[in-house]
């Protein structure tokens, strides 16, 4: 992204300041990048921090951090507000964000674009094994995470909870991070949480190394009632062995997860960006294994918002055919 004023200020003052003190000319400084991900006990921030070191290795000029934030939701307003160069977005959010819709009703953000999508997130309903819980309907009357404030997982929770006839009034929702949750349900403090995140998912790994879990599974009818409310919403598995105790697959719901910029972030920067990521996705696969999702064909199948025409340029340049519906 461009850089500010005040800080394309602050460089000259600087450079002027070395030449008076003879000190010469300073080595050109390199353009900072921020990566807005999640919190720590998901994927988002794992990825986004594969994602910076790929950047800092590959691409001359920029240095990258990953950012921990409240996830999708703050992660658009922070795109559009300038205050972050790259964010990660459940698809449906960041789709909300472009459109003006859902949880941004009135306050559309037509800026927003797309390098790739990353991977699927699986929603992932958890209880205690002695909790009583089996099913979704039985989350009726209980004390329930839907996720933290501003993120993908409550908007997800509030999609598939409404689309089958459950309101907040028939729970006691709390709104908790992934680790929060995790902690709560080992402390007794609410009986099921949500998470929509890829898996597995450290703050539910751990969570299963000192409790017996369950992961509930939906109905055929539940899963298509939430597909039919959300055209994002994709039935997955989630493999048997995925965590401690969960030993048989179980059919939930996906959504991918967007790697988005601002359509102001220049061409070159973003082009730069999704070649390396590409180029280097074994290195990404390192660090998580969700990242075994992340192809071109996942991207431009799976991406809901137009491509960066820096991203268009790479694409076209390996010689993918881009749908319609992703050029600006």
Known sequence: M?????????????????????????????????IATGGTGGVYYPMGGGLAEIINTHIDGYSATAEVTGASVENMGLIARGDADLAIGLADTVAQAYSGTGRFEGQQLPMIRGLASLYANMVQIVALKDSGIASLDDLRGKRVSIGAPGSGTEVNTNAILAANGISYDDIEEQRLNFNETADALSNGDIDAGFWSVGAPTSSILNLATTQDIVILALTEAQLDAAMAADATF???????????GVDEDITVLGIPNVLTVSSEMSDDVAYNITK?????????????PAARETTVEFSLSATPVPLHPGAIRYYEEIGATIPDKLRP
Do not use: D
Not at 279 to 288: F, G, K, S, Y
């Open 2 to 34: 461009t850089e500010s004023i005040s800080r394309r200020a602050f460089g000259l003052l600087g450079t002027a300041f070395a030449v008076a003190a003879g000190l010469g000319a300073p080595a050109m400084a390199q353009s900072q990048l921020s």
């Open 276 to 288: 390396a990521m590409f180029e280097n996705i074994a290195e990404l696969q390192a660090v998580h």
């Open 234 to 244: 994709a039935k997955t598995t989630l493999p048997g062995g995925s965590y401690t």
